[in-house]
């Protein structure tokens, strides 16, 4: 990787990666986007910053082709072959199936959602060793890229600033501890972008396994969470499962030491770039999306919902929630449209197929239940459409954002952010989100359906001055953290391990010497 700039060089590590590739009817790679909240978030970074390297995994069969084109899988983030910034890695298909769909996706995201319908899952059984072994090799394969990557070993003592990893969430939660034991010189983070599940749940999986986590990511100097709830858990699991002789936590400081060496336990919210997604939302392709979707709701109001078609975000109980309003405040019928987007993921899971045909079912049972010949109460949209998202979001009079658990919840920060008469915020206490909006938000439990119902009554009828002033300060919240500045708070987490007033602290210096 290059070197020598003021910033230093700078390492990204994700499961899912800047630009993706699809295979046309032609025969030809086209690259596009990467998709999700945690690829927006980085790219708006690394879109400015000419000093970092991005390492993440082909997804797809295209995106394997692609890589087979792109010496030493180099890309830049238009998806030019041998340009530089993307560093993306062929994992043998298998390997990274189990890694991606049984361990990633099926068990960590489970249990740190708290998903599981536990009389019948999870089930740890034959299979689960050998998938468990390529998530292993899976975290191996970016540790050892990394260490690559990250160019020469610096020796101890030498001036400047060392490399620094920067590795995403649950997929590489074993990366950490590979890359310090391959690459003691560089500097390593580890960020979840999910929850961490309470002791109580985390001890559902086999115990080495809890472990092994764990000691994945204290092999990191620095562990970062969306919101403090999520750090106390992970502290929480640290005591209760590696042990008082295991770790020690020591909550004033949030330091965790472990196989003598500490982590630095940090809390990194991550907002939204309001004046970059402001202007995205004036394009004209959204205004196009603003004009038909105005012309099909009329001048009634829009409760608003826009979701990854994912179990954790609670579609079902939105919808249901919706339906009792319908019931129990029957003046709103023919006065509110609900408009639900939410975008296919994670197909290849049975659960998430059979989810999103729920949601479709019950979308259905309201239009024919309620109904009329002029008035279609819901609008369920099930294709990835992100100008017709930011032009819901623009014409939201209320935003409904209900899920079970969730890291953060980015749609509550960006609506609010967007909106053009202000919107009112239902949002779920389970939300990341609600430790820096639950002031101006209507807070509801995610399970209640009708106190959610009762909730999008209040928000409807809320008198516009209160909505606006509310939703502004909403927007004012949502943007305090912009990526840029999440993004340069755990850089500086990380350099703070260099700085002279750290000297003083003994469980440090093993550090300090690498
Ligand atoms: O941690 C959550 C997250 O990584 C989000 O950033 C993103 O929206 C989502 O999961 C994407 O999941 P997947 O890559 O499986 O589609």
Known sequence: MSEGSADGPVLIASNRGPVSFRLGDDGRLSARRGAGGLVSGLSSVTDHTSDALWVCAALSDADRAAVREAPGGRLGHDGTPGGSGVHMLDIPPAVFQRAYNAVANSTLWFVHHMLYDTPNQPHFGIAFAREWDSFRSYNRAFAEALAQDAGPARPPGQAGRPVRALIQDYHLTLAPRMLADLRPDVRVAHFSHTPWAPPAYYRMLPDAVGKEVLDGVLGADHAGFLCQRWADAFLDCCEAVLGPDGAQVDRARQLVSYRGHVTGVGVHPLGVDAAELSARAAEPDVQARLASLAEATGDRKLIVRIDRTELSKNIV??????????????????????????YPSRHDLPEYREYTARVQRLAREISEEFGTADWDPLILQVDDDYARSLAAYRLADVLLV???????????????ILSDRGCALVLSREAGAAAELSADALMINPFDVSGTAQALHEALGMPDAERERRSRSLARAGSAVPPATWFADQLAALDRLDRPDELDRPDR???LDR
């Open 317 to 342: 109980r939105g919808l249901a929630a919706y339906r009792e309003l319908l019931v129990a405040y029957p003046q709103w019928r023919e006065r509110v449209v609900h408009v639900a987007f939410a």
């Open 402 to 416: 209900n899920p079970i658990r969730d890291g953060m919840n980015l749609v509550a920060k960006e609506g609010p």
């Open 509 to 511: 210096l093993d550090r």
